[in-house]
């Protein structure tokens, strides 16, 4: 049974940080490529950052040199590490991996940026 299952998400003032992390099973991690996606309330989703299966990272221009993206192959986790919050990184935050035409989700995590 395939699970992604999201963590560390919550409340953090403007500024601050918050480290999310995405555990995976079910499926062998370490040949899938891991994206972050994240969708504000009313908004459409978005994606935020994405780690390929050889390590190559790409990231949206909102937020380059605040949020880092990285994976743990052996723990068949993935996380995103997240610098310098602001109100507007306020949304649910979705992991999902990525193999071919194969696709899982998470169930998403909500992160709220206020003071």
């Known amino acids: 049974q395939v699970q992604l299952v999201e963590s560390g998400g919550g409340l953090v003032q403007p500024g601050g940080s918050l480290r999310l992390s995405c555990a995976a099973s079910?499926?062998?991690?370490?040949?899938?490529?891991m994206t972050w996606y994240r969708q504000p309330l009313g908004k459409e989703r978005e994606l935020v950052a994405s780690i390929t299966t050889y390590g190559t990272t790409v990231y949206v221009d909102s937020v380059k040199g605040r949020f880092t993206i990285s994976r743990d192959n052996l723990r068949d986790t993935v996380y995103l590490q997240m610098n310098a919050m602001k109100p507007e990184d306020t949304a649910v935050y979705f992991c999902k991996a990525t193999r071919f035409s194969l696709g899982y989700w998470g169930q998403g995590i909500l992160v709220t940026v206020s003071s």
């Open positions: 079910g499926f062998t991690f370490s040949t899938y490529d």
